[in-house]
């Protein structure tokens, strides 16, 4: 799909790789682009179409799903992080937090507009994932489990919109320079960079985008021994 004169949805579009997002779009001549975001008051992006959403919420979900009746790509870049492990005090309740984000709120966007994306003949859906899909380390368990569901959940959606022509493609990013990275010393790929390569993936109708080293160095280590807390150092 060439997103040129295309109708675009991107939720979580008030800042990094949404708002990155948005702006490629605009500039590779998308014909609408609603951007979403839970206060459109932060949307401050000239050339869109505002849209209060917040994806937790199933009414607010619905409320979207009709005022975007038109779209023939959805970006489901709207997450959640917050860093801590697995046993830590307050663990229980941060997962659950980051599943009802990443993992079921694209859940339930999907299901509001498969609907909508079949009307127009199918269309394309791009989930952001995470190398973290593949991968659970010490400050990200509860992150890296909702991806893990996130990821699942993607396959599935492939599979079963696979009838109704609609296209599903998953990114997996490594650590990208946004403020959800702030403070981390890594190698980070910047938003830009990620936009581009997941376009370029539905353009050349791509399932899966490994956006740098780690994410393929990290698939590539799944079937081995340990997979999935190995460490590249």
Same mark, same amino acid.
């Given at each position: ?6 109708? @675009? ?30 206060? @459109? ?15 937790? &919420?199933?009414? =607010? ?28 005090? &307050? ?17 339930? /966007? ?22 973290? =899909? ?33 296209? @599903? ?7 990208? &320079?946004?403020? /959800? ?30 956006? &740098? ?9 799944? =079937?081995? @021994?340990?997979?999935?807390?190995? =460490?590249?150092?």
């Amino acid at each position: 799909m060439d997103v040129s004169g295309k109708t @675009v949805l991107v939720t979580g579009s008030n800042r990094g790789l949404g708002r990155a997002f948005v702006a490629a779009l605009l500039e590779a001549g998308a014909g609408k682009v609603y951007a979403a975001a839970r206060d @459109v008051k932060s949307l401050n992006i000239p050339g869109v179409i505002p849209v209060e959403l917040d994806i937790t &919420d199933a009414a =607010s979900v619905a409320r979207a799903s009709t005022t975007c009746a038109d779209i023939d790509l959805l970006i489901n870049n709207a997450g959640f992080l917050q860093y801590g492990p697995l046993l830590a005090d &307050d663990s229980i309740t941060s997962i659950r937090e980051h599943l009802e984000i990443n993992t079921v709120g694209t859940l339930r /966007m999907a299901r509001a507009f498969a609907p909508v994306l079949s009307k127009q003949g199918g269309g394309a859906m791009i989930n952001i994932l995470s190398v973290l =899909s593949w991968l659970n380390i010490d400050e990200s368990g509860p992150y890296s489990a909702s991806k893990a569901a996130q990821w699942s959940v993607t396959n599935g959606l492939r599979n079963e919109l696979r009838s109704q022509k609609t296209f @599903v493609i998953g990114v997996h990013p490594g650590y990208i &320079d946004t403020d /959800m990275a702030a403070g981390i010393e890594a190698q980070k790929t910047s938003p830009d960079t990620v936009v581009q390569m997941a376009l370029e993936a539905l353009r050349e109708h791509r399932e899966e985008v490994l956006i &740098d080293d780690a994410g393929r160095w990290v698939k590539s280590t799944l =079937s081995e @021994v340990n997979a999935g807390y190995l =460490s590249p150092t």
